[in-house]
């Protein structure tokens, strides 16, 4: 396994409009020690300029979206995109990549979303044939096949919304060399009523999305722990909660379970606030 990475995943980064703002935030976590920042690329055509706009006004932190929707992308132009950073930040941006969801594609373009498995593998031939090589991408993978494909044509696999078993189970498919950088969302709350509300309020979205509530069915939850925002156990199994400390321990046991790099999400925050404090707290904690 690789050596321990710990990363940042927060929506702020690509939600805020103050880009000094952003690169302060960005700078901070440079010297904190963080590996990598991950934020969504979003559902407009292409790579956003601020991933770009991060890499040149950092150092050495690396880089991903977390991540790039292949239905709204062109594999030419990712491409040229990863070739001009790796040309300017050698190393430093790792391609995310992922097949979004139905209900957020058809909205654009009604019956759209077919076969994404098989979108992918075309996606990926795209980028071959454009000279983006496996190491430089990861994949949004839940599923045994999907995994299986983030293990055979890149890097590794960025699971999203997932609980501990699932980092197990990954692993056991990567093998002992692909990179493994789940996304865990955390609440930095001792209280377990405000916590959980918290969490609930963030989860209640993702289970309205086949694709997650699929993957928890699989791992052995039901459909009565997605109602009401998630089961206190759902919740608790799925979102980190209380003290520094409690929260750290249950981002490490994605660690043992076999992650490579987890990509920390602090929630109970606006999408436009960067909670600087908590990751100054899980620094202290896990870096």
């Known amino acids: 396994m690789a050596k321990r990475l710990v990363s940042v995943w927060q929506p702020y980064f690509?939600?805020?409009?103050?880009?000094?703002?952003?690169?302060?935030?960005?700078?901070?976590?440079?010297?904190?020690?963080?590996t990598r920042i991950w934020f969504s690329a979003g559902f407009q055509d292409g790579v956003p300029a601020r991933f770009r706009e991060i890499?040149?006004?950092?150092?050495?932190?690396?880089?991903?979206?977390?991540?790039?929707?292949?239905?709204h992308?062109?594999?030419?132009?990712?491409?040229?995109?990863?070739?001009?950073a790796e040309q300017?930040?050698?190393?430093?941006?790792?391609?995310?990549?992922?097949?979004?969801?139905?209900?957020?594609?058809?909205?654009?373009?009604?019956?759209?979303?077919?076969k994404p498995y098989s979108k992918m593998v075309s996606f990926l031939d795209g980028l071959d044939a454009a000279g983006v090589?496996?190491?430089?991408?990861?994949?949004?993978?839940?599923?045994?096949?999907?995994?299986?494909?983030s293990r055979d044509r890149s890097r590794g696999a960025h699971p999203y919304f997932i609980p501990v078993e699932h980092t197990a189970e990954a692993r056991a498919t990567l093998g002992p060399d692909g990179l493994l950088a789940p996304e865990v969302a955390v609440v930095l709350e001792a209280d377990a009523e405000r916590a959980r509300t918290v969490a609930r309020e963030y989860m209640t979205g993702y289970l309205t999305l086949p694709n997650y509530t699929q993957n928890l069915l699989r791992l052995?939850?039901?459909?009565?722990?997605?109602?009401?925002?998630?089961?206190?156990?759902?919740?608790?199994?799925?979102?980190?909660?209380?003290?520094?400390?409690?929260?750290?321990?249950?981002?490490?046991?994605?660690?043992?379970?076999?992650a490579d790099e987890v990509t920390i999400q602090v929630?109970?925050?606006?999408?436009?606030?960067?909670?600087?404090d908590a990751f100054r707290t899980l620094a202290a904690a896990l870096i």
Request: net charge negative; proline share 6%.
């Open 14 to 34: 690509l939600a805020s409009k103050d880009r000094d703002a952003v690169l302060d935030a960005a700078g901070e976590l440079e010297d904190l020690g963080y």
């Open 267 to 276: 929630l109970g925050v606006d999408r436009r606030q960067f909670p600087a």
């Open 220 to 258: 052995g939850w039901t459909e009565a722990d997605f109602a009401g925002g998630g089961s206190d156990q759902l919740v608790d199994a799925l979102i980190p909660w209380g003290t520094p400390e409690q929260v750290a321990a249950g981002i490490e046991k994605h660690y043992r379970a076999g």
């Open 55 to 71: 890499l040149d006004g950092t150092k050495s932190i690396g880089v991903a979206p977390g991540i790039l929707s292949i239905w």
């Open 88 to 114: 300017a930040h050698p190393g430093r941006f790792l391609l995310g990549l992922g097949t979004s969801h139905a209900a957020i594609v058809d909205q654009q373009d009604a019956g759209q979303y077919r």
């Open 73 to 84: 992308s062109d594999p030419a132009d990712v491409a040229a995109f990863v070739a001009d």
């Open 133 to 149: 090589t496996p190491e430089q991408r990861v994949l949004a993978a839940l599923g045994p096949r999907m995994l299986e494909l």
